[in-house]
């Protein structure tokens, strides 16, 4: 069981920067990849970035391409959203969610599709101003 907290949200100007948390619970989170999705209101949730459970892998989708990363920091069971140069566009309730545990395969997985992913926190607020 793994119990996922997201942190970090707020409002922001456009341009601006905003550094997203997930903390994860659990001895094993450091075996869950780790996926971070957003839902805008009146749009479906999407997939924004991923992180295999090893760190070793990155995914991005290409609207955030070059302005966000993912990382992680396993001795802390943290994820992170390093979001620059945002844009009014990336307002939404952002979700982190993980899945596995793997302990030697799949070192570089970072599925997209949000059924792959197991535990979801309960999202963080980002609101970007024009």
């Known amino acids: 069981q793994v119990q996922l907290v997201e942190s970090g949200g707020g409002l922001v100007q456009a341009g601006g920067s905003l550094r997203l948390s997930c903390a994860g619970s659990?001895?094993?989170?450091?075996?869950?990849?780790v996926g971070w999705f957003r839902q805008a209101p009146g749009k479906e949730r999407e997939f924004v970035a991923g992180?295999?459970?090893?760190?070793?892998?990155?995914d991005y989708a290409d609207s955030v391409k070059g302005r966000f990363t993912i990382s992680r920091d396993n001795s802390e069971n943290t994820v992170y959203l390093q979001m620059n140069t945002l844009k009014p566009e990336d307002t939404a309730v952002y979700y982190c969610?993980?899945?596995?545990?793997?302990?030697?395969?799949?070192?570089?997985?970072?599925?997209?599709?949000?059924?792959?992913?197991?535990?979801w926190g309960q999202g963080t607020q980002v609101t970007v101003s024009s």
């Open positions: 992180i295999s459970w090893k760190g070793s892998n990155t």
């Open positions: 659990g001895r094993t989170f450091s075996h869950y990849f």
């Open positions: 969610a993980a899945g596995g545990p793997y302990y030697s395969s799949r070192t570089n997985y970072t599925p997209r599709f949000s059924r792959n992913y197991v535990y």
